[in-house]
């Protein structure tokens, strides 16, 4: 269970539950705040407030072993190294998630220069799977991917979330919204988080 109390980033304020094994939808307009909740929650960005895994607070552990655990992912990643696969510990655990994707495992090598955003997209999405968090941040994974892509990504979080994983997923679209979550959050021009039904 990730407990989030009284989370303070800029104009924002939120408190809310997010089990195990469940996949809260986020939505809101452009700019309200969704990215820097998200950040927040995994301690990228000065904040304030309280955020617990299990009863655990965030501040009883280093951060990168806390975003081990409660992982961001970015709509664009970030890169730094040449080939693509120099960003991964061992490529071979990679390759099945890769293919389920729609890339070759032939990818390992491609410069990362030479990579399309919604590439880049995907191969974000996988390094941070490979992590095995307890709960993903999920920032509009799907924002530079067409419809069988994104279906891929859906498929392959919500399989992660049947295996306990949680999940909070920003996006825009209301479909995808109501298909990969059990919960909608509406994030308010005040920063504050509302419980839509779906
Ligand atoms: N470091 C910062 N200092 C001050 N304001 C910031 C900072 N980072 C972001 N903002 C502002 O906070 C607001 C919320 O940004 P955020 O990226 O969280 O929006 P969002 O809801 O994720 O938007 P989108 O749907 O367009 O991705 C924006 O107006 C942005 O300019």
Same mark, same amino acid.
């Given at each position: 269970?990730?407990?989030?109390?009284?989370?303070? *980033?800029?104009?924002?304020?939120?408190?809310?539950?997010?089990?195990?094994? @469940?996949?809260?939808?986020?939505?809101?307009?452009?700019?309200?705040?969704?990215s820097?909740?998200?950040?927040?929650?995994?301690d990228?960005d000065?904040?304030?407030?309280?955020? @617990?895994?299990?009863?655990?607070? *965030? @501040?009883?552990?280093?951060?990168?072993?806390w975003?081990?655990?409660?992982?961001?992912?970015a709509?664009?990643?970030?890169?730094?190294?040449d080939?693509?696969?120099?960003?991964?510990?061992?490529?071979?655990?990679?390759?099945?998630?890769?293919?389920q994707?729609?890339?070759?495992?032939?990818?390992?090598?491609?410069p990362?220069?030479?990579?399309?955003?919604?590439e880049?997209?995907?191969?974000?999405?996988?390094?941070?799977?490979?992590?095995?968090?307890?709960?993903?941040?999920l920032?509009?994974?799907?924002?530079?991917?067409?419809?069988?892509?994104?279906?891929?990504?859906?498929?392959?979080?919500?399989?992660?979330?049947?295996?306990?994983?949680?999940?909070?997923?920003?996006?825009?679209?209301s479909?995808?919204? *109501?298909?990969?979550?059990?919960?909608?959050f509406?994030m308010?021009?005040?920063?504050?988080l509302?419980?839509?039904?779906?």
């Amino acid at each position: 269970m990730l407990t989030v109390s009284a989370l303070k *980033r800029l104009h924002i304020v939120v408190s809310f539950e997010l089990a195990d094994g @469940e996949c809260i939808a986020l939505q809101g307009p452009s700019g309200v705040g969704k990215s820097l909740l998200l950040r927040a929650i995994a301690d990228l960005d000065p904040n304030e407030g309280s955020v @617990e895994l299990d009863g655990v607070s *965030r @501040e009883t552990m280093s951060a990168p072993v806390w975003r081990r655990q409660v992982t961001y992912v970015a709509a664009e990643p970030g890169w730094w190294a040449d080939t693509v696969q120099e960003h991964f510990t061992d490529w071979d655990l990679a390759t099945p998630l890769v293919d389920q994707l729609g890339l070759p495992a032939s990818c390992g090598t491609w410069p990362i220069r030479r990579l399309s955003t919604g590439e880049k997209q995907r191969l974000g999405l996988v390094r941070a799977l490979l992590l095995h968090s307890r709960v993903l941040l999920l920032d509009e994974p799907t924002s530079a991917l067409d419809a069988a892509s994104t279906a891929s990504v859906e498929a392959l979080v919500a399989a992660r979330v049947s295996a306990g994983t949680s999940v909070l997923w920003s996006t825009h679209n209301s479909g995808q919204a *109501r298909r990969v979550g059990s919960r909608l959050f509406m994030m308010a021009s005040g920063g504050h988080l509302e419980e839509h039904s779906l």
